[in-house]
């Protein structure tokens, strides 16, 4: 698991800085190296590709617009994950968080008509806070506490909530008169404000930046960031420091799930406007490898977050236009999410001191 | 070869061919020179001591021999022939072996499982051959004069047993070059003795030798050859009989030490106190077994044992990371028996783990991390919740100054110091809030001279300040040195109590081995 050894309640040097800088664009190197031979294979001109791809994400504003839109959800549960990541706990179950604070957040768009316009988007956010949270208070007790294994039982919690949230949507929330797996569409007070239309951008993505400029801050100079930090990095050392290791756990457990909740939320609330069943396409995982590439950094995820995000929005384009087929750009995030685990720092020198 | 006893080694013929050399190894970590131009000659079938003390080069040396490291210059030589090692296997391939300080045994599996590990003798479709095994084990521990219960898991094996295996796991794969690193470290005056034997014994066969170390009276009797490093260069080279204790330490310190001064002990009110205290260890057998003890503040008490007679069972209770099956702990009058560790430690409790890899320290975080942890919530360092990064740089600035930290930045890991500068931090943060008692376990394991001298005399100056110490140490001359009470501990159970001035040698042995004082 990484572990961000570079932050530090001192500011590491320049030098540490351009290091971790160079060990995050490693792996996007390789990666995009490996695409380059599979796309010359396959008879494209890797050079084309990538410029089309380039072209197709960030070419104008609108093409920008939905490219930060695509990465929204992903700086969200790339960070939820990181937050758990960094106290040692490998918390695979932020998809999970995102559909039930999705789920929640849509209730309360749909349902709490009676409140206040400017209460209905903080009063939504909220719902998907509290039961994103919640919804991460079982594996981080078990684990806290007996010592179960948070991969199992976040991951196996993630189909729950899967089945859970499309249950509802079928059966109590379905929406009168609707035959898809949906729920009633949200009240338009509750709906985030696009801030570059045409394009889907709204005010979420300023949220999540938000929310990743707290996270930075949190890290590097709050005491519970730096209790986190000694636990992810060694618990019998914290503990022996008079760290409360479970609070901690648990803390970060509720904390990563209520960031997941959030994702979940704001993807109701600004692009959707209502519950659809299966409502995700993996946000929750992609996150895993925005966080791993972004070694749990809040300009590290930022970045990951939007080469993600770049890479889904000029994928669905890029067909349009030329005829790589969508799978190429699946592959070439496929590369970037395995290398991304990759610590290639240990292969540069000659070992390590 | 003949006999030879284990005072004066038998000196090997000057004449033997050079098995290993180095010639003009250097080594450089950014801007630290581990290994400055180093020359080494090590003659077959001798044992070669390289001694010196923390940072001086030793640890980065061995790995080049063993292939886990490569100089920036110059040339190893393996029987006069110039070599450049892939790995570990390919030092294996050509002779080398190493024992590390930290074991490297499989846990769950027998002790001839790890004899056999990478070298399986396979009988038909690949299954292990334990009949094969087994005949291997009994050759080699004859040929080692030692007797060894094979199905043991490796678990279960004491230290020294571990450590046996693990030198005859080099045997087994052919190795003819041992490498030890500080093997003594972890043993008890009597196994230090069967490992000098069993080195002797070894040499006897015609292998070859290196023995790393810093403790001067083991290296006097095991040794043909002596060299000394120190920060990256060698200072000398000579044969032990060309030598002794005093000019050694000369050379790996560099200058006259001043011996750490205990002045007259005015011991006041109880501070820690523990009544019948019952214990166990993470398998739940009874390590402790109704001790009593008290330490008063500005005293020194030193709990004198072998290792695994339940010290480190008596410090985790009293620190807070078990629970006591019985008994109760009073810190300043205030029953904390089931208070949790970071209550304790408010109401001025402080704990030197002797675990500084794992427990006293966190190798990845940063050195100014490392020597605010636990101080982190003082209101000094933190409001509302948040850091103060100007008063903490301040701190943690003043504080590695004061304790002496040879360091690069305090953002750098720690574990870029040497094992005496870790110490060194770890003892910083322990002390440095004046705790009312202070848990020191094993304070100078891994240390050099330097650095024990310097540890004394903090452990002292506190004391002097109206600290109280409880010490647990396996180092004798340490508690001679240090202790105002010395207590004997022995499977279990308190065996006798020695005022400092009556305590010599003798007397603590016979406590440590549980015979009752007369």
Redesign the interface.
């Known amino acids: 698991m990484t ?1 961000d ?1 570079a932050t ?6 320049g030098r ?1 800085w351009l290091r971790s800088i160079g060990e995050a664009l490693l792996p996007l190197g390789v990666a995009l190296a490996i695409a380059a031979l599979i796309l010359l294979v396959s008879g494209f001109d890797p050079i084309e590709v990538y410029r089309l791809l380039l072209v197709e994400s960030f070419g104008d504003a609108r093409r920008i617009g939905a490219t930060l839109a695509a990465s929204t959800p992903l700086i969200l549960t790339g960070l939820a994950t990181a937050i758990a990541f960094r106290a040692g706990v490998f918390n695979v179950g932020v998809e999970g968080s995102l559909y039930v604070g999705g789920m929640a957040a849509a209730y309360v768009g749909f349902a709490a008509t009676g409140l206040l316009g400017f209460l209905m988007v903080p009063a939504a956010l909220l719902a998907a806070v509290i039961v994103g949270a919640l919804w991460m208070w079982l594996p981080g007790v078990l684990r806290a506490r007996l010592d179960v294994d948070e991969v199992v039982t976040t991951l196996m919690l993630n189909f729950i909530a899967i089945s859970l949230t499309s249950y509802l949507v079928n059966g109590p929330l379905l929406a009168p008169g609707s035959a898809n797996s949906a729920t009633p569409m949200i009240a338009d007070a509750a709906r985030l404000s696009p801030i570059m239309p045409p394009s889907t951008l709204n005010t979420g993505f300023l949220i999540a930046v938000a929310l990743l400029v707290l996270y930075a801050f949190w890290s590097s ?4 960031g ?2 986190s ?2 636990t992810g ?2 618990p ?9 290791v479970r609070k901690v756990i648990v803390g970060m457990m509720l904390l990563s799930g209520a960031v997941g909740g959030i994702a979940g939320g704001i993807h109701v609330l600004g692009n959707i406007h209502r519950f659809v069943a299966g409502f995700s396409p993996g946000y929750g995982f992609t996150g895993i490898a925005v966080a791993l590439l972004g070694r749990n950094s809040a300009v590290g995820m930022l970045l990951a977050a939007i080469l993600f995000g770049a890479l889904t929005t000029s994928g669905a384009t890029i067909q349009l236009f030329s005829d790589v087929p969508i799978e190429i750009v699946n592959i070439l995030q496929g590369m970037v999410m395995i290398f991304a685990v990759a610590r290639f720092g240990l292969l540069v020198g ?2 390590r ?1 | 070869m003949s006999t030879h006893t284990l005072e004066t080694p038998a000196p090997a013929t000057a004449s033997a061919p050079i098995r290993l050399a180095a010639r003009g190894i250097t080594r450089r ?2 801007a ?1 020179v ?1 290994n400055n131009a180093i020359d080494l000659s090590v003659r077959r079938g001798t044992v070669h001591a390289i001694v010196g003390g923390n940072g001086a080069g030793k640890s980065t040396l061995m ?1 080049i021999f063993q292939g ?3 100089p920036d210059e110059g040339t190893l030589l393996l029987d006069g022939k110039p070599v450049v090692l892939a790995g570990p296997a390919d030092a294996f391939s050509r002779g080398i072996g190493m024992v590390h300080q930290e074991f490297m045994l499989v846990p769950g599996l027998t002790l001839l499982e790890n004899l056999i590990l990478a070298k399986e003798p396979a009988a038909i479709l690949g299954r292990i051959d334990r009949k094969a095994a087994l005949e291997a084990a009994r050759r080699l521990e004859k040929e080692a004069g030692v007797s060894l219960d094979w199905d043991m898991l490796v678990d279960d094996a004491p230290v020294h047993v571990r450590q046996i295996v693990e030198i005859l796991r080099l045997l087994y794969r052919g190795a003819d070059v041992l490498i030890l690193d500080e093997p003594t470290a972890v043993l008890a005056p009597a196994q230090i003795r069967d490992l000098i034997a069993l080195i002797h014994k070894l040499k006897g066969e015609g292998r070859t030798i290196l023995f790393i170390s810093h403790k001067l009276d083991e290296v006097m009797q095991v040794a043909d050859d002596i060299t000394v490093l120190r920060a990256g260069r060698v200072v000398g080279s000579m044969p032990v009989s060309q030598t002794d204790k005093g000019r050694l330490a000369e050379m790996m310190i560099g200058e006259v030490l001043t011996h750490p001064t205990a002045r007259p002990a005015a011991a006041g009110a109880p501070v820690l106190q523990i009544f019948g205290l019952a214990a166990r260890d993470s398998r739940g057998i009874e390590r402790i077994k109704g001790v009593d003890l008290t330490v008063r503040a500005g005293e020194i008490v030193a709990i004198a044992g072998v290792a695994g007679n339940g010290q480190d069972e008596l410090a985790a209770a009293v ?1 807070g ?1 078990v629970a006591p099956a019985g008994g109760r702990i009073v810190l300043c009058g205030k029953d904390v028996t089931q208070l ?3 209550e304790r ?2 109401l001025g409790l402080s ?1 030197l ?1 002797a ?1 500084r890899a ?9 050195i ?2 490392n020597a ?3 101080h ?2 003082r209101p000094a360092f ?1 409001r509302s ?3 103060k ?1 100007g008063a ?2 301040a701190h ?1 600035t003043s504080l590695l100054d004061r304790y002496s930290v040879m360091r690069g ?3 750098d ?1 720690v574990s ?1 110091l040497s094992g005496g500068n870790q110490q060194r931090v770890a003892i910083a943060r322990e002390l440095d809030a004046e705790p009312k008692v202070l848990i020191a376990c094993q304070p100078t394991r891994g240390v050099d001279i330097r650095g024990i001298a310097f540890i004394h005399q903090c452990l002292l100056d506190y004391r002097e300040r109206g600290g109280a110490v409880l010490l647990i140490t396996e180092e004798l001359d340490e508690i001679i040195a240090l202790a105002d009470r010395i207590l004997g501990l022995y499977g279990g159970r308190i065996t006798g109590e020695i005022e400092r001035g009556t305590a010599h040698l003798e007397n603590i042995g016979r406590m440590m081995l549980g015979e009752a004082l007369a």
């Open positions: 572990s050894a530090t309640v001192m500011q590491p040097s540490a100079r709050s005491a519970l730096f209790e930090r000694l990095l060694s019998r050392f914290a503990i022996a420091s008079g760290i409360d000659k070992g001191p | 970590f950014g630290v581990a790995k886990l490291d490569r620190a990371l949790p560790i970071q430690r408010a704990y783990s675990d794992n427990e006293g320290l966190c190798p990845a975080a940063a100014a991390d605010l942890a636990g982190h919530r933190c919740g948040l850091l990064a903490i740089k943690v930045s305090p953002a890991p870029s």
